[in-house]
């Protein structure tokens, strides 16, 4: 069980982004708490709202009527990635250079929009919505052949 306590192999990098972005995330909401939102918005927070409108956007944009189910997701792999990118500056290993980080980001990916799509559709329908893709999708192969 001596592997448990090894932080000096390869994944050091990643355990510190992760501790890093917790500590300062777990500050920022102490000082989110405080702010008034019928006041105007301090400037120190204007760039943290800049990025989770830009991120919001992006979702809309490209995912519709459900957009708020994902919304969060998008937001916090788009901050692990631009800090996990960015740690290769401070001589840090790039998290996401390991395969195990990025299939981990891709399998919950997978998991959290096939699950969105059993609750808002109820598994019938689901299962209704995978056979007609693939009924279309051979029409359009049969026809491309």
């Given at each position: 069980?001596?592997?448990?306590?090894?932080?000096y192999?390869?994944?050091?990098?990643?355990?510190?982004?992760?501790?890093?972005?917790?500590?300062?995330?777990?500050?920022?909401?102490?000082?989110?708490?405080?702010?008034?939102?019928?006041?105007?918005?301090?400037?120190?927070?204007?760039?943290?709202?800049?990025?989770?409108?830009?991120?919001?956007?992006?979702?809309k944009?490209?995912?519709?009527?459900?957009?708020?189910?994902?919304?969060?997701w998008?937001?916090?792999?788009?901050?692990?990635?631009?800090?996990?990118?960015?740690?290769?500056?401070y001589?840090?290993?790039?998290?996401?250079?390991?395969?195990?980080?990025?299939?981990?980001?891709?399998?919950?990916?997978?998991?959290?929009?096939?699950?969105?799509?059993?609750?808002?559709?109820?598994?019938?329908?689901?299962?209704?919505?995978?056979?007609?893709?693939?009924?279309?999708?051979?029409?359009?192969?049969?026809?491309?052949?």
């Open positions: 069980m001596t592997f448990l306590y090894d932080f192999g390869p994944m050091t990098s990643t355990v510190i982004i992760c501790a890093v972005l917790c500590v300062f995330f777990i500050i920022l909401s102490f000082f989110i708490k405080k702010v008034d939102p019928y006041k105007k918005t301090p400037i120190w927070m204007v760039p943290f709202l800049w990025i989770v409108d830009l991120v919001n956007g992006f979702v944009e490209n995912i519709g009527i459900r957009w708020k189910a994902y919304a969060p998008f937001l916090t792999l788009v901050i692990f990635i631009f800090f996990a990118n960015i740690s290769s500056i001589l840090l290993d790039n998290p996401t250079s390991y395969i195990i980080v990025t299939a981990a980001l891709a399998f919950c990916s997978f998991v959290i929009i096939q699950v969105t799509g059993i609750a808002s559709l109820g598994f019938g329908g689901y299962l209704k919505a995978r056979s007609e893709e693939r009924r279309v999708g051979k029409e359009c192969r049969s026809r491309w052949s």
